[in-house]
């Protein structure tokens, strides 16, 4: 069992920064790839970035140069650098533990309860 705990949510102005993260408890030795997702009202979950065992990470285009997933082992903690808000960026962010870097490992795996992200224009 893993449990997932976000935090750090909120709402900004374009162009500003937020950082997120996650508190992972639990057996989180069974999980190889942590990532964070988002969701916004309307539209369907996406990944935003994963990061591996070995300390490598992954974004999805959009957010590439703006955001930075980065993690600690040793407090068991997941966070998401993002600057450069865009009202696009806007929507419930959810933390991810999966024993792989997949989405089906990740729809198999363990979930945050998600902290909202609003950005103005």
């Known amino acids: 069992q893993v449990q997932l705990v976000e935090s750090g949510g909120g709402s900004v102005q374009a162009g500003g920064s937020l950082r997120l993260s996650c508190a992972a408890s639990?057996?989180?030795?069974?999980?190889?790839?942590m990532g964070w997702f988002r969701q916004a009202p309307g539209k369907e979950r996406e990944a935003v970035a994963t990061?591996?065992?070995?300390?490598?990470?992954s974004y999805v285009e959009y957010v590439e140069g703006r955001f930075t997933i980065s993690q600690d082992n040793a407090k068991n903690t997941l966070d998401l650098q993002m600057n450069s808000l865009k009202p696009e960026d806007a929507a419930t962010y959810y933390c991810?533990?999966?024993?792989?870097?997949?989405?089906?490992?990740?729809?198999?795996?363990?979930w945050g309860q998600g902290t909202q992200v609003t950005v103005s224009s």
């Open positions: 991810a533990a999966s024993s792989g870097c997949s989405w089906g490992g990740f729809m198999s795996g363990y």
């Open positions: 639990g057996y989180t030795y069974s999980t190889n790839c």
């Open positions: 990061i591996d065992s070995d300390g490598s990470t």
